[in-house]
């Protein structure tokens, strides 16, 4: 059975619940139609949402909460709440769950050995969709303190040490702060040493935990002390699990099958779109799972599109099928004709789109109804990048590329 799920843990806009909405409806109406007419034969849930940290105000807020109800009207839909985070901020699902019995949940967590957690269950549903996997990744691109998705990449690893799986951390962008020695937060956890405490107790249960940095947003944050040669940075300024590397050491581990995690984040279970004609391509070798990137904020108010742009390159370098698509905000990498001050070090997004539009693991995409919304249009230059609509979103995210022999795609937000 297809299983899909995302977790997602930044402010959640309209704008992106209406997509979400639209490409599940696409997806029964056009993709799984035999759901929505034959629902009770289809009792297994399809899709679930992880929501902790601001997307949960989205449950509330009432432009947001109109789309919520729209999607779990949906078949085989269902929303599992962080009740930890819903406590800090005074929030309740309770009408929800009288609403949609059976397909809202917020259970508490209590101090029993064996109690339901959040980060638990979202373990539970990754062994079910990788079950061989005795790894478990999250991907961190936002700094501590500032941004409170640091304290859900330690509690979910926390999670997946206690539960006997390997867990890894990728550092990228401002995420790699989290790997600064003497954090010495006041009225926070240190990051720094909850993260040096799970490499501890990884190590006690011989299950290695490895931690790598990018070396390129290390070096820009001022991380590196010297080059030991090799590809491998050493840095005076960094806790003693973190490793600073080469891009290409953490898209390596992309390359394997095991979940990874993010802020927010996506991971669809493909397996069923190979189940025609399964043993043509079972006794070929496997892909690395194919990727989705969404690029969702403007190209310079912050180091989002560019990181993103960066990583998806990267990826397709490496041999996996990788898939960009610029909406929300995003799509301002592509409109106008951008001109960057020959003074000016900063890389000018556009030409970087089209220098890369060449790479055969490379797609690129770009969702129109994101351009009506805001009025604009995109350059006519930009034509490595293709021109899309509801259905082919929906069709991207839930469908593997051509060739690709893999049981997931991966869905990652910049």
Not at 137 to 166: D, H, T, W
Request: aromatic residues 10%; neutral net charge.
């Amino acid at each position: 059975m297809t299983s899909i799920w995302f977790l997602l843990s930044s402010a959640l806009t309209a704008e992106r619940l209406s997509w979400i909405a639209e490409s599940l409806k696409y997806f029964y109406i056009n993709i799984h139609p035999d759901a929505l007419r034959h629902p009770s034969r289809d009792k297994n849930t399809k899709f679930r949402f992880f929501i902790t940290g601001d997307a949960l105000y989205s449950l509330h807020e009432e432009e947001t909460l109109q789309i919520w109800d729209l999607i779990l009207s949906l078949p085989s839909v269902c929303l599992i709440c962080d009740r930890r985070e819903l406590d800090l901020r005074g929030l309740s699902v309770s009408s929800l769950i009288m609403k949609f019995p059976g397909l809202v949940f917020d259970q508490k967590e209590t101090d029993q050995p064996d109690s339901w957690s959040f980060w638990k269950e979202i373990i539970r549903v990754c062994r079910q969709i990788d079950p061989d996997s005795k790894t478990l990744g999250y991907l961190q691109i936002s700094s501590p303190y500032m941004n409170r998705s640091c304290q859900y990449s330690l509690a979910c690893l926390q999670a997946v040490v206690k539960e006997g799986i390997s867990p890894e951390l990728y550092a990228y962008l401002d995420g790699v702060h989290v790997t600064h020695n003497n954090q010495n937060p006041g009225v926070f956890r240190n990051i720094g040493t909850g993260f040096q405490e799970i490499g501890e107790i990884a190590r006690s249960t011989n299950h290695p935990f490895l931690m790598l940095a990018c070396g390129r947003s290390a070096a820009a944050r001022g991380y590196n002390t010297w080059d030991g040669g090799k590809g491998t940075i050493v840095s005076a300024c960094s806790i003693e699990p973190c490793k600073i590397r080469n891009l290409n050491a953490i898209v390596y581990r992309f390359r394997d099958s095991h979940c990874i995690l993010g802020e927010s984040v996506g991971l669809i279970d493909i397996s069923e779109c190979l189940a025609t004609g399964r043993n043509l391509w079972e006794n070929k070798k496997p892909t690395p799972p194919s990727l989705v990137i969404m690029i969702t904020h403007t190209p310079y108010g912050t180091e989002h599109a560019f990181g993103g742009f960066a990583f998806a390159i990267a990826c397709a370098h490496n041999g996996i099928a990788t898939r960009v698509i610029f909406l929300e905000d995003g799509i301002y990498s592509l409109t106008g004709t951008q001109t960057a001050d020959p003074d000016d070090l900063f890389f000018n997004m556009q030409d970087i789109v089209n220098a890369a539009g060449g790479n055969k693991n490379l797609e690129l995409y770009a969702h129109m109804p994101s351009f009506h919304k805001r009025n604009v249009q995109k350059n006519p230059r930009m034509n490595a990048v293709l021109d899309i609509g509801p259905g082919e979103l929906a069709n991207l995210l839930f469908s593997p590329p051509r060739g690709v022999i893999a049981n997931t795609q991966r869905i990652l937000f910049f």
